[in-house]
């Protein structure tokens, strides 16, 4: 290099050098500019201006529900059957039908009620949520580790998301607000027995269930659908925890289900899912004392037996938590060619709340971003809106033209090769419950499936938040238990009647003394004097 090429050069850069947003070299990351070394500063510090200003906005918008979460990259395998016949018979998607074949997926574990920062030991369902990059786009199967809900229509979701999230006023998780909606809404029995057992706190995400919940449909190249229910079964086993348990993981570590998945990932000890699907006839069933389409029910395996349609792996995890964790958009209306919605009316309402939350949180153009995008083609007449950094054009369109149809050049539809679905459908309009509730026989099966350690603690944990609720509340609860099973019914009742009703039901669901803590800190705390 001559002397007159040194006098021009600025700022000595290598591939490690650190930059502002503009490409800009930072020369001086440790001070900002002022009027001598005591300040004060100008306000002309553009390298700290971007660097607070993006500060003050790496947080996106929470998630309502699913807050707390982890997520690493896999793949599935199909094994081109369901059962012993081949897939084809029931379903035309492409990711099912070759034997062997392997499509990227991305997924995302989490709980559901608490924020993005709570224990992953707290007394919760988990999201078990997996996005399938297919050849035909992607596909999203978005459900929980529990295989029902808590309730059956889309329209008491925000009212049940209220009464389980802390309350208004103290901000702090109120039991007696849980039971009374759940007192209130009979269909939740099932489920209530299934979160207060240890099957409410799984010991972390890999030895967890996973389920889609609601019922789906498949269709084959004839246009025919049959109802179908999508099941996860871990390959690493399941575990559960007691409330003992989890309180004493929680002391030590409140993010030990992340832990645990990522550093079983980066060991090499993958872990594993089979997917099995359940399959009926569409129509509604009427031999059964459920409606088929009843997300608060399970179907029996008995009659409607599990069919192993492939497997998944995760063997990567994040490169970065935000972007491909927290950036993650999933939405039960993302469906690919061969899988289709059913009329569950929880399913339908999810369908519009998951894709619109996403837009909301994550932005207009949310499905731009690489981990939410499809790994194949994309060409839409959309443009505009926050944070579009690209247009979605083919190779050769008109760039003027962006309508369809058109004769200048612009895009055209795809040729439909499978025959359409097209079910029948007809009744009046209404607003009205479905006709076969059955509200509580399955969680009076549930409990009799329970090993007996497992009824001990679902009696257990129940009687201790149930047991400072107002009356009429125990009342209730007592009286779904008992038309369930008489034991249970018989346990709950008599527990109540021994238990104290002194203590706060301001705390975690389940907690056996969490109501003592604000006192007991008080009195183990250590005494400091002003410095």
Request: charge should be negative.
């Amino acid at each position: 290099m001559t002397n007159e090429q040194s006098s021009h050069e600025t700022n000595v850069e290598n591939e490690n050098t650190l930059t502002n947003r503009q490409g800009h070299p930072v020369t001086n990351n440790q001070n900002i500019r002022t009027v001598g070394n005591r300040g004060p500063a100008t306000l002309e510090n553009y390298d700290f201006i971007e660097k607070i200003s993006h500060f003050d906005r790496e947080r996106i918008p929470e998630r309502v529900v699913h807050a707390r979460g982890a997520g690493a990259h896999g793949y599935f395998e199909a094994y081109g059957t369901a059962g012993d016949e081949p897939v084809s018979k029931y379903t035309r998607a492409k990711l099912f039908q070759e034997k062997g074949k392997r499509t990227p997926v991305f997924v995302r574990f989490s709980s559901v009620i608490h924020g993005g920062h709570s224990p992953e030991t707290l007394r919760d369902p988990r999201g078990f949520a997996v996005k399938f990059y297919t050849e035909d786009g992607n596909w999203d199967l978005v459900g929980n580790n529990l295989k029902i809900f808590f309730i059956r229509d889309a329209i008491k979701f925000p009212d049940m998301i209220h009464a389980f999230k802390p309350d208004p006023i103290t901000n702090i998780q109120d039991s007696q607000r849980f039971f009374d909606f759940c007192a209130s809404s009979p269909e939740t029995f099932h489920m209530v027995t299934f979160v207060y057992s240890p099957w409410g706190i799984p010991a972390n995400y890999r030895m967890m269930q996973g389920s889609g919940v609601n019922t789906y449909k498949w269709v084959n190249s004839d246009g025919v659908a049959v109802l179908v229910k999508y099941h996860w079964e871990p390959k690493q086993g399941i575990k559960n925890l007691t409330m003992k348990e989890a309180s004493e993981i929680q002391a030590t570590n409140f993010n030990h289900a992340t832990q645990d998945l990522y550093e079983a990932i980066e060991r090499g000890d993958y872990p594993e899912w089979e997917l099995l699907v359940q399959i009926m006839s569409d129509d509604e069933h009427p031999e059964l004392d459920f409606d088929p389409l009843d997300d608060t029910k399970l179907w029996p395996e008995d009659q409607f037996p599990w069919l192993p349609v492939g497997k998944m792996i995760l063997n990567r995890n994040p490169e970065d938590y935000f972007t491909e964790v927290e950036q993650a958009a999933f939405g039960t209306g993302v469906l690919v060619d061969g899988l289709d919605f059913s009329d569950d009316k929880m399913l339908q309402g999810r369908t519009f709340s998951y894709s619109d939350t996403q837009r909301h949180r994550v932005g207009a153009n949310y499905l731009q971003l690489p981990i939410n995008a499809p790994k194949k083609r994309v060409a839409t007449n959309q443009s505009g809106g926050q944070m579009q950094y690209k247009v979605d054009r083919a190779p050769g369109q008109n760039p003027h033209i962006n309508y369809e149809p058109s004769i200048l050049g612009g895009l055209e539809e795809a040729e439909q090769v499978g025959k359409e679905y097209t079910p029948h459908i007809e009744g009046r309009l209404v607003r009205q419950s479905i006709d076969r509730q059955s509200n509580t026989k399955q969680a009076g099966e549930t409990y009799r499936r329970f090993e007996q350690w497992e009824k001990d603690e679902l009696l257990t944990n129940l009687i201790t938040d149930l047991s400072t609720c107002d009356q009429r509340i125990q009342e209730k609860m007592i009286a779904l238990a008992e038309e369930a099973d008489n034991e249970y019914g018989k346990r709950l009742r008599e527990g109540l009647a021994k238990a104290s009703k002194e203590g706060s039901n301001q705390k975690p669901l389940g907690n056996r003394n969490g109501d003592q803590a604000p006192e007991k800190a008080i009195e183990k705390g250590h005494e400091a004097e002003p410095y």
